[in-house]
């Protein structure tokens, strides 16, 4: 269904998911549909309306034409788009978590969803109806809607909604009187928090952070350098083992 669903909104534009919406505009369509392939701005442009940073969009195209004849670089068909598409957004994590409550299926069911909410986000007595209505609302698919199905792009879109936000709304604007001085207020701060053991050959981990946030820690201590990858990394400049950003 998912492919069928990209293959729609990229290739045709006016599938119902499409112009529910509206993401592909007219001119767009017309481009899709008179030729089979379109070039790397059209594609940017496309692959944008669908929430990919033109960055990222570039990046992965550039990638993709060195792999591609000389008669056809700089041109990208609808496989292409889909490919690319599914590549920059289906995380692991979430993919996993998906086929583990759907029994090795590429969506959840209302059924599915309801023990998802349950077991994991801690909800009690989730009714049939609150389920459909979460697919209803994030599941692109017309066709998984029509079915009751979650597939992944609807899943992650739930669980990266503000609906799925560990921070309460409700403290969005500042009530607390912020008019005195700043050595009037306590910040929960956290130090070396990454240092499981001492500060010059420990092993370092992502837990020590968890353990402080739960513990209502709200700042964290960060040191950051540059990895043998290029990448940043977190250590204490000494011995203690790296965490990658």
Not at 18 to 45: C, F, G, P, T, W
Not at 71 to 80: A, H, K, N, Q, Y
Not at 179 to 207: C, E, M, R, W
């Amino acid at each position: 269904m998912r492919d069928r669903w990209l293959h729609d909104a990229f290739a045709v534009g006016l599938s119902s998911s499409a112009s529910e919406s509206e993401q592909i505009n007219h001119n767009e369509y017309q481009a899709l549909s008179a030729k089979s392939s379109i070039d790397e701005e059209e594609a940017v442009r496309l692959l944008g309306d669908y929430g990919i940073s033109q960055d990222k969009a570039k990046i992965r195209l550039q990638e993709l034409q060195t792999r591609k004849h000389e008669d056809v670089r700089g041109l990208f068909s609808t496989e292409d788009l889909v490919n690319v598409f599914k590549k920059l957004t289906t995380r692991p994590e979430i993919y996993h978590l998906l086929v583990r409550y759907s029994q090795n299926q590429d969506f959840l069911s209302t059924e599915d969803l309801t023990l998802f909410l349950e077991a994991e986000q801690g909800m009690s007595k989730v009714a049939s109806e609150k389920c459909a209505d979460i697919i209803k609302k994030f599941e692109p698919s017309t066709e998984a809607k029509l079915l009751g199905h979650l597939g992944i792009d609807g899943f992650m879109n739930f669980l990266l909604s503000p609906e799925c936000d560990i921070f309460n709304p409700a403290n969005a604007s500042v009530y607390q009187d912020m008019d005195q001085s700043l050595n009037h207020y306590f910040i929960a701060s956290s130090h070396n928090t990454f240092l499981l053991a001492d500060q010059l050959k420990g092993p370092s981990s992502v837990d020590g952070f968890i353990h402080a946030l739960r513990r209502g820690c709200r700042c964290l201590d960060l040191h950051c350098f540059d990895g043998s990858d290029g990448q940043p990394s977190i250590h204490n400049g000494t011995l203690t083992s790296h965490i990658p950003l």
